[in-house]
Antibody
């Protein structure tokens, strides 16, 4: 069974940093692109970032460029999202998703349950 | 950026009835997916490529459309189908989602 388990969320002060992790199981992690998608309270889904199977190619939403860094460790079956300079607008549940292809830019056929990030003083 | 607009925001339907959900894109796209999301659960892929059902998705779910107008139809609503449904375009960067349609029990 394909599973994605996010962790690393929590309460952080404005301007602070967090690193989210997503441990994957049930499939060959190193063969698929992965993404982070977030949902702010009461809002719709918002794509954050994607990374291809090897980690050599990444994409970011404009609002996250320069602040967030997506990476992966294929030896640990783990996806990461380093988030810096956090603001209230980053408060959301962050979902890890698995792509259906090795390159990014496709739909996601598996999602985790998400980890909640709250930015507040 | 391709803006995705879903309507209605809320759809009240009786069990056994058909539900029709709309998703409109601001530009012509060819790659569209639909997802189902229940509170506290991971979203689930229903449809990709506009009309292809994902593995294990019942036949009562169907997707259609082209250009900028797309539809998700649930043929006969079951109790487990009451949820939020959202569309996503993966035609171009940035990937974008619709705001969602909540299907509730009438």
């Amino acid at each position: 069974e394909v599973q994605l388990l996010e962790s690393g969320g929590g309460l952080v002060q404005p301007g602070g940093s967090l690193r989210l992790s997503c441990v994957a199981s049930g499939f060959t992690f190193s063969s698929y692109a992965m993404s982070w998608v977030r949902q702010a309270p009461g809002k719709g889904m918002e794509w954050v970032s994607s990374i291809n199977f090897s980690g050599s190619n990444t994409h970011y939403a404009d609002s996250e460029k320069g602040r967030f860094t997506i990476s992966r460790d294929n030896s640990r079956n783990t996806l990461y999202l380093q988030m810096n300079s956090l603001g209230a607008e980053d408060t959301a549940r962050y979902f890890c998703t698995k792509s259906t292809a090795f390159s990014s830019g496709w739909h996601s056929d598996c999602w985790g349950q998400g980890t909640l990030v709250t930015v507040s003083s | 950026e391709v803006v995705m607009t879903q309507s209605p925001a809320t759809l009240s339907v009786s069990p056994g009835e058909r539900a029709t959900l709309s998703c409109r894109s601001s530009q012509t796209i060819t790659k569209l997916a639909w997802y189902q999301h229940k509170p506290g659960q991971a979203p689930r892929l229903l449809i990709y490529g506009t009309s292809t059902r994902a593995t294990g998705i019942p036949a009562r779910f169907s997707g259609s459309g082209s250009g900028t107008e797309f539809t998700l139809t649930i043929g006969s609503l079951q109790s487990e189908d009451f949820a939020v449904y959202f569309c996503q375009q993966y035609n171009s960067w940035p990937l974008t989602f619709g705001g969602g349609t909540k299907v509730e029990i009438k």
